[in-house]
């Protein structure tokens, strides 16, 4: 049994039946980042120590396990709070800050025996789509180490796709879990807004931003959403009436619930082909492989329509307004009084907050700040900001009619497989662009998948998106299950290498080592089995 080729179910079940110990798994993931890593810069904080003491606690209460992924390593975005570890969003201006406290995922995680291998590179502030705008430096696609992996959640999506980890937690705010899943070949959900709990998560755009996992295959998806969902009374905009009220206390009331509904008969499902995102600027190979998984499913049963999107234009301008207003907000409190990172030399408070965040922000946030103090200044609110919230509603409008065609739809994650390193931060617009597929569904509020389903000449892979109306986790989950029953594109793994062979240096990193320090290169640790 080669532990890194296992899903995070079947782990869970081996670990389980007492076929290997939860000591042994954590170890092997260990021994895999410790080798693999120093390539590909996907995490910022390995939590070594404290995973190991958490593997041999949970080991043993290994009878009184719920939870089938019980004992499986994991890790978490970096802009997740983990209470006493680092959390710095890959932002120099926060520093070294250690929260006080846990985020609700991470404690539900704790509950469920999740094993934290540490905290995973990002996007600053999860302002980006390549995870090149971190200020402790680029994450790498493992297909290919000159590319990017795409982002927010690089970090996660190159973790699982390296195998450095059974399954990783991001969050997504307009596509920042599923853009990265399908440049790096994982599964990767975010679900509808208000299903899982953003307290503790570090705010982007709080009407946007949903946390999600990023797995190797869609029953792991739905075993960590069984996790993730469910009611929290911290959280304002959480949803009431979900199948699980959680307080941060008591036992859970069901962990398969999702996982419970991945039959893979689709027989009858009406899946929508919105055909406006199947036009002009996206990449034909892009187009073949999703067209060809729409033929996968009608295979297995479903009813493949053709339908019009034609808000698909305002999506990319009406979520960047929004979503750039909503960061001017929330990244006021960055001023280097409270936490964080504070400038050295400064006259006075004013000279103080200017300095600080001059130099504490990297260039694609501070963009992002000023785009949205500009949409909300006075005499631009109207012109911009109201009618970008215009524009939302008849979004989520086009997507309520759309669902009365349909059950669920099908459509590409973005228009190209992974870029070239640096060629989206020489060309800012153009990376906006790039999330033209996604953004709608944040908008929306809606659950939606990306899962692997082919891969370019180049050897990159290529994401299908399943979106589902509100709630219809279940549906998306299913039907992508249905899919890789019939493929094995999920199934395939990354060499890490760059087109002339070359891999990267091992690095790994601790506890007590900063993000981004330099270190001299290791002999390639063995591969865990």
Known sequence: MVLRELTALELGGAIKRGQVSIVEATQAALDSLAARDGALNAFLTVTGEQALERAEQLQAGLKDAQSPLYGVPMAIKDNICTQGVKTSC?????????????????????????????????????????????FYGPVRNPWDLDRAPGGSSGGAAAAVAALMGWYAIGSDTGGSIRQPASFCGVTGIKPTYGTV??????AYASSLDQI??????????????????????????????????????????????????????????????PMDCFGDGL???????????????????????????????????????IACAEASSNLSRFDGVKYGWRAQEYDGLTDLYRKTRTQGFGAEVKRRILLGTFVLSSGYYDAYYKKALQAKAVIKAAFDQAFQQCELLLTPVAPTTAPRLGESLSDPLKMYLSDVYTVSVNLAGLPALSMPCGFDGKGLPIGAQLIGPHFGEGAILNAAHAFQLDTDYHKRRASLQTPDGHGGPACPKTQNQSAGAQCAPLQEAGEPS
Not at 103 to 117: D, F, M, N, R
Not at 220 to 243: E, F, I, K, R, Y
Request: contains cysteine; proline residues 6%.
């Open 90 to 134: 890959a932002s120099k201006i926060l520093g070294d800050f250690v929260p006080p406290y846990s985020a609700a995922v991470v404690e539900k995680l704790a509950q469920a025996g999740a094993v934290s291998l540490g905290k995973l590179n990002m996007d600053e502030f999860a302002m980006g789509s390549t995870s090149e705008t971190s």
């Open 283 to 321: 990449d034909r190979e892009v187009r073949a492989a999703v067209l060809s998984a729409a033929e996968v499913l009608k295979g297995r049963g479903a009813e493949i329509v053709e339908l019009s999107f034609p808000v698909l234009p305002y999506a990319v301008p009406a979520y960047y307004i």
């Open 197 to 202: 709990s953003r307290y503790g998560l570090i």
């Open 212 to 273: 999600g996992p990023l797995c190797r295959d869609a029953a792991d998806c739905a075993a960590v959403l069984d996790v993730l969902m469910g009611h929290d009374p911290h959280d304002a905009t959480s949803l009431p009436g979900l199948h699980d009220d959680w307080s941060g206390s008591g036992p859970r009331v069901d962990y398969g619930r999702l996982l419970a509904g991945l039959t893979g008969d689709i027989r009858g499902r009406r899946i929508g082909l």
